[in-house]
């Protein structure tokens, strides 16, 4: 690694649901200070929001420095840039539209930070999904919100954890209306996306990727569905003629309850639920969401606002402290392959130069 390569990555922070456990997670993380040597966190939020919180769960040694803006950042510092001006009514474990809009708004500056290259990645905290939209915000979630921002669909949402990555043809859309959106193209394109992330995100020279059916058993032959002959196995067959190494279509229980998955590099879902269900399983506490395929890195706990135990000091740290870890290594693994795959025409302009 180079020695540009070695410098601490600045970190955005989005606060999420004022009324969730955003800020709790922030600061239980971040109270003794020991992660400070991997990476420079930049909250997005309001001091008197950090400080409502830290008063409410009685924490005494968490402390901040406060700054205008990115240019400000000071490493070995915990930043915090004020996101929106004026106080906030906060009522933890309560839905509410004006947290939802306090939510928006660090999203808003953090996302705008991460765009102009200020920042080196993003961690949001959960948002509450209904009592965030808005005029400027008309998205289903996260992963939208910033392929709109930077203005592509080419993006995928990755489930990061120990035993299993995964990754979902369709997100966040309605159960009836899978069908038609898992087609070849689509198929095509994840596998691409997924696989292009393995290799220069998570270091893995030739990935192995499952691929699972959409219909019970795998359509049994076109008995109970036909989307596996007419669209999944042609998206594979296309991947394997790129390179890409694809297997299956898998049937979903029978793949996950014989720990097939443990055989592979990553799984690629057609839907939500079919993906999500068995990766909360086993990772729940350790689970990441990642956003592969953006220009900029984004990653998130797997999980949401938790209204039921905010500000009760008892939030599982775990996963945001996982997608902390998880993006500062992105961040080391893209510049390494950055580095590698630009090094053998730098070594032939070196050996003109000599000749």
Same mark, same amino acid.
């Given at each position: 690694?180079s020695k540009?390569?070695n410098?601490?990555?600045?970190i955005?922070?989005?606060?999420?649901?004022?009324?969730? +456990?955003g800020?709790e997670?922030?600061?239980?993380?971040?109270?003794?200070?020991?992660? &400070?040597?991997?990476?420079?966190p930049?909250?997005?939020?309001?001091?008197?929001?950090?400080?409502?919180?830290?008063n409410?769960?009685?924490?005494k040694?968490?402390s901040?420095?406060?700054?205008d803006?990115a240019?400000?950042i000071?490493p070995?510092?915990v930043?915090?840039?004020n *996101?929106?001006?004026g106080? +906030?009514?906060?009522?933890? %474990?309560?839905?509410?539209?004006?947290?939802?809009?306090?939510? &928006?708004?660090?999203?808003q500056k953090?996302?705008?930070?991460?765009?102009?290259?200020?920042i $080196?990645g993003?961690?949001?905290c959960?948002?509450?999904?209904?009592?965030?939209?808005?005029?400027s915000f008309?998205?289903?979630?996260?992963?939208?919100?910033?392929?709109n921002?930077?203005?592509?669909?080419?993006?995928?949402m990755?489930? +990061?954890?120990?035993?299993?990555?995964?990754?979902t043809?369709?997100?966040?859309?309605?159960?009836?209306?899978?069908?038609?959106?898992?087609?070849?193209?689509?198929?095509l394109?994840?596998l691409k996306?997924?696989?292009q992330?393995?290799?220069e995100?998570f270091?893995?020279?030739?990935p192995?990727?499952? +691929?699972?059916g959409?219909?019970?058993? *795998?359509?049994?032959?076109?008995?109970?569905g036909?989307?596996?002959?007419e669209?999944?196995q042609p998206?594979? $067959?296309?991947a394997?003629?790129?390179?890409i190494?694809?297997?299956?279509?898998y049937?979903?229980d029978?793949?996950? %309850?014989?720990?097939?998955?443990s055989?592979?590099? *990553?799984?690629?879902?057609m839907?939500?639920d079919?993906?999500l269900?068995?990766?909360?399983?086993?990772?729940?506490?350790?689970?990441?969401?990642?956003?592969? %395929?953006l220009?900029a890195?984004?990653t998130?706990? $797997?999980?949401g606002?938790?209204?039921?135990?905010?500000?009760?000091g008892?939030?599982?740290?775990?996963?945001?402290k996982?997608?902390?870890?998880?993006?500062?290594?992105?961040?080391?693994?893209?510049?390494?392959?950055s580095e590698?795959?630009a090094?053998?025409?730098e070594?032939?302009?070196a050996?003109?130069?000599? $000749?």
């Amino acid at each position: 690694m180079s020695k540009g390569n070695n410098r601490i990555p600045k970190i955005g922070i989005t606060i999420g649901d004022l009324n969730g +456990v955003g800020a709790e997670l922030i600061l239980n993380t971040f109270k003794e200070g020991n992660f &400070l040597q991997f990476f420079t966190p930049v909250i997005y939020a309001s001091a008197p929001t950090i400080i409502y919180h830290k008063n409410h769960l009685g924490i005494k040694q968490f402390s901040f420095q406060t700054i205008d803006n990115a240019d400000g950042i000071q490493p070995k510092r915990v930043n915090l840039i004020n *996101a929106w001006e004026g106080e +906030v009514k906060i009522e933890i %474990g309560v839905p509410d539209r004006s947290t939802g809009s306090a939510a &928006l708004q660090s999203l808003q500056k953090a996302a705008a930070d991460l765009k102009e290259g200020k920042i $080196d990645g993003l961690v949001t905290c959960p948002i509450n999904k209904e009592t965030i939209q808005s005029s400027s915000f008309k998205f289903p979630g996260h992963t939208e919100y910033l392929g709109n921002l930077f203005e592509t669909d080419n993006y995928l949402m990755m489930m +990061v954890g120990e035993q299993l990555k995964l990754a979902t043809v369709t997100g966040h859309i309605a159960l009836k209306e899978v069908p038609e959106a898992v087609t070849k193209k689509k198929i095509l394109k994840a596998l691409k996306i997924l696989n292009q992330s393995l290799i220069e995100d998570f270091g893995i020279e030739r990935p192995k990727i499952a +691929v699972l059916g959409l219909n019970p058993h *795998a359509g049994e032959n076109g008995l109970l569905g036909n989307e596996e002959s007419e669209n999944i196995q042609p998206a594979i $067959d296309e991947a394997n003629r790129q390179k890409i190494l694809a297997f299956g279509p898998y049937p979903a229980d029978g793949f996950f %309850g014989t720990c097939m998955h443990s055989g592979f590099d *990553a799984v690629l879902t057609m839907y939500h639920d079919q993906g999500l269900v068995p990766f909360k399983l086993l990772e729940f506490e350790n689970g990441v969401n990642y956003t592969a %395929g953006l220009p900029a890195l984004r990653t998130s706990p $797997d999980h949401g606002t938790a209204y039921q135990i905010a500000g009760k000091g008892i939030a599982n740290t775990q996963s945001f402290k996982e997608a902390m870890f998880l993006i500062s290594k992105i961040i080391r693994n893209r510049a390494m392959h950055s580095e590698s795959t630009a090094q053998p025409l730098e070594n032939k302009k070196a050996q003109l130069k000599d $000749d």
